[in-house]
């Protein structure tokens, strides 16, 4: 037989940079069903700060925040926090590769 199947995703990002600090916001959804069982359900935030901390604005300090719920794994509400250091190895306009060392509870 015929399954009916349907799904929702939806994805926005905020970035700006001011001087040596970058603050980024996210926001996630994800809604899905088959045959009328709902299959996906969850939403999340989150935010993170970087702040260059070298001369040549390649070592900076980071600190991130978010909430979020997933109905599906039984998740009311779930909250993160942490920090630690990244190094940008890439920094071009267009395309930057960093590598981060940091902890997150």
Do not use: C, H
């Not at 901390?53 to 600190?63: C, H, K």
Request: aromatic share 12%; proline share 1%.
């Amino acid at each position: 037989g015929t399954t009916d199947r349907y799904a929702l995703f939806a994805n926005a990002s905020l970035n700006k940079r001011w001087g040596r600090t970058t603050s980024m916001l996210n926001y996630s959804m994800n809604y899905g069903a088959v045959d009328d069982v709902m299959n996906a359900n969850r939403m999340r935030g989150d935010t993170k700060v970087d702040v260059e901390v070298s001369r040549n604005r390649r070592l900076y300090s980071y600190g991130l925040g978010g909430a979020g719920y997933d109905d599906i794994r039984q998740i009311e509400m779930e909250y993160l926090f942490g920090g630690g250091m990244g190094y940008r190895i890439l920094d071009r306009p267009g395309l930057v590769l960093a590598g981060e060392l940091g902890s997150q509870y």
